[in-house]
């Protein structure tokens, strides 16, 4: 089961932008969800997790403060809010299970370009 990412774009420094991804499924549902970023020519790194019930249970450092992730069940749908965007944070974001070994399938992912 794929997640499905949307919501990114390009964006000024101290810009905010909200990522979403639609997630169904029992792997989701049923578990904590995390999202994730790639670099380029970096490996994929865990940027936030929220619970099963949504309660925060990661926070990369570099973000914290920045960052908000949530998550609504019934729409099986969980964010990403961004704020103050660096360029640092220049990405490929995807949301998936958390931790990811649950589902070896990755979506597409969203583009987050920031620029000074």
């Known amino acids: 089961v794929q997640p499905v990412e949307s919501g990114g774009g390009s964006v000024q420094v101290g810009g905010s932008l909200r990522l979403s991804c639609a997630a169904s499924?029992?792997?989701?549902?049923?578990?904590?969800m995390g999202w994730y970023r790639q670099r380029p020519n970096n490996e994929r790194v865990l940027v936030a997790a929220?619970?099963?019930?949504?309660?925060?249970?990661y926070t990369r450092a570099s973000v914290k403060g920045r960052v908000d992730m949530s998550r609504d069940r019934a729409r099986n749908t969980v964010y990403l809010q961004m704020n103050n965007l660096k360029p640092e944070d220049t990405a490929v974001y995807y949301c998936?299970?958390?931790?990811?070994?649950?589902?070896?399938?990755w979506g597409q992912g969203t583009q987050v370009t920031v620029s000074s």
């Open positions: 499924g029992s792997v989701f549902s049923s578990n904590a």
């Open positions: 998936n299970s958390y931790p990811s070994a649950n589902n070896p399938n």
């Open positions: 929220v619970s099963r019930d949504g309660i925060p249970m």
